[in-house]
């Protein structure tokens, strides 16, 4: 007996709906509503089950996209997408894993919830225009000029440089190690002059309520973690090399962008809440 479709694209379905929401929660929501239709369907005229199965996860990302798009205006201090730990192989499909770095979601945070499904189908999953606008009940033009949007809004906020990820992993090599001594200095040689550092703690725990801007302010708040009892480790987060900090016995993670070999923007995510898939590789597929 041949295996269901939803199974045999299960991967695909989930990346496609954490695109979309930046939640692996909310995502595996999605996919459990998208199974119980899918149960419902007559298999018989389904022609492209893997089209039609996008459909259905794209129509219920975007009614819980349009929800969670509320909520998140009400969230305590800074908003960052729930980290996914990845193995390194998901790093070989580069394009699957910029779109799934903290960088690009946090793009994607900035589209609406229409030009962010657009964008994620089309240019990351790639498919046509015509299967785009049936998912999204608009015409093959419409969602042209969506995408059109998307793209442009996207390539003014996307990092300008893509670094390796030997690079990356050297720089967070050496970022881990700062923390270690805990030395100011040695903090402002690993980080840009216009750094920005993002915390999400959810008001749950401590963490940055606001961006905070500049080498000199960054590294003295990381000196001043880096002096309480800490566990560092390196680990592979959302397709790429990253960190994982428990302070106090609290966990943390920590992505960073990077570029000319100086970090750009430092992620730093403490909700609980978003922490809790650190254990075991998500499955992400194209």
Known sequence: ????PFVVHRGLLFTVAYELLG??????????????????VDRQRV??????????VTRQG????????????????EWLPEPLLTTPDVAEDVELAESV???????????????RAVFVLREVFELPYEEIAEALGKTSAAVRQVAR????????????????HSEQRRVVERFLETLRTGRLQDLMEVLAPDVVLIADGGGIVAAAVAPVHGAEAVAALLARAGRLPVSLAAVWLNGAPAGRIDIGGEPSVVSLAVEDGLITRVYVVRNPRKLTRLN???????
């Open 280 to 286: 075991s590789p998500a499955d992400l597929a194209r």
């Open 47 to 56: 022609h492209d089950p893997r089209s039609y199965l996008i459909r259905i």
């Open 62 to 77: 975007l009614n819980r996209l349009r929800t969670l798009s509320r909520r998140r205006e009400q969230y305590v201090g």
């Open 149 to 164: 949007r998307a793209r442009g809004h996207v390539a003014a906020r996307r990092p300008r440089v893509r670094v390796t």
């Open 23 to 40: 939640s692996a929660a909310d995502a595996e929501d999605v996919l459990q509503e998208s199974w119980l239709r899918w149960a419902r």
């Open 1 to 4: 007996m041949a295996e269901d």
């Open 101 to 115: 770095s903290f960088a690009m979601l946090t793009v994607l945070e900035t589209l609406g919830p229409t030009e």
